[in-house]
């Protein structure tokens, strides 16, 4: 006769709870810093390739196209 094997105990996750109003407000900052940071340095990234662009442009002359 097989004997059944011992039930293993399974970890159950913890319930999910409300975020507090301060968590709320600290991930609400973080994610505009976040957006602000991201927003400016591709803002800064298209006025350098700008930049960049209108030098190159002025450097070279028609023939070198």
């Known amino acids: ?3 059944p ?3 293993a105990s ?3 996750p913890e ?3 409300a975020m507090s109003e301060a968590e709320t407000k ?3 900052h973080s994610l505009v810093r976040g957006m602000f ?3 400016s340095v591709k803002w800064a990234s298209q006025v350098v390739s ?3 662009t209108i030098l190159v442009a ?3 002359t028609p023939e070198d196209y």
Do not use: E, H
Request: proline share 8%; no cysteine.
């Open 15 to 17: 319930p999910k709870t």
């Open 10 to 12: 399974i970890a159950q």
């Open 1 to 3: 006769m097989s004997t």
């Open 26 to 28: 600290l991930l609400d």
């Open 50 to 52: 700008w930049v960049t």
């Open 37 to 39: 940071w991201t927003g």
């Open 58 to 60: 002025r450097i070279l």
């Open 5 to 7: 094997a011992p039930s």
